[in-house]
């Protein structure tokens, strides 16, 4: 399986694109079962087929929508994950830079996560989620402004970035997704919840920090 999920969604983009040229055997594997039509389309098969599944797994909702609301936490997660990366390589102090590493890593199992399920539903990634724009994806601009950042902003920035992924994850959650879908999602959810409360406590220990100097 893939080392990270920027890996996967990387080679996915470059697929859409008219080709793979991924060294890794993993990449061009999860490229070939969740592939996107040449002509723009996704590769869904049969509508009969997809309202069946969804409706069999619970939700209320037609496969199609199911997997444009997925592509666009695919997005997410991956600009988070190079996002916390990117805080990592900024980042002076070792804990800090650990705690960044770790969460990178995390967001892209969960973008991993996420294509299975796109997958599952016999779609492909499209790169274009249902916001329909990248002015949607805050963490896209966050990375631009992370060279140079002190590690109080640079958890500042990732207490931000957070809080807009937040934002996706809960209309996503509030769509009447299949059950199975809906529960990755939650737990997904709950992690990044986790993680940013996590960032509000660093925060605040080096802002007392700095006042106690």
């Not at 080709?19 to 040449?38: D, H, L, T």
């Not at 496969?63 to 609301?69: K, L």
Request: proline share 1%; with cysteine; net charge neutral.
């Amino acid at each position: 399986m893939f080392r990270r999920g920027a890996d996967a969604v990387q080679a996915l983009r470059l697929y859409e694109h008219g080709g793979i040229e991924s060294k890794a055997p993993e990449v061009a594997r999860e490229v070939e079962g969740c592939q996107k039509g040449k002509n723009g389309g996704l590769n869904l098969g049969k509508s009969s087929v997809r309202e069946a599944r969804a409706l069999e797994q619970g939700g209320n909702m037609k496969s199609q929508d199911t997997i444009v609301i997925l592509n666009d936490l695919i997005d997410n997660c991956f600009d988070s994950e190079r996002g916390f990366q990117e805080a990592s390589d900024n980042a002076t102090d070792r804990s800090i830079k650990s705690f960044f590493g770790d969460v990178s890593r995390e967001r892209g199992r969960y973008t991993l996560s996420l294509l299975r399920e796109v997958r599952g539903l016999g779609g492909g990634y499209g790169s274009r989620g249902w916001t329909g724009t990248a002015l949607h994806r805050l963490w896209v601009h966050i990375i631009e402004t992370l060279s140079g950042r002190d590690d109080q902003g640079l958890l500042a920035e990732a207490d931000r970035g957070d809080d807009s992924l937040l934002e996706h994850y809960k209309e996503a959650l509030q769509k009447g997704l299949p059950s199975s879908v809906d529960s990755v999602l939650q737990a997904q959810y709950a992690g990044i919840k986790r993680t940013q409360e996590r960032i509000k406590n660093m925060r605040a220990a080096a802002k007392s920090a700095c006042a106690g100097r």
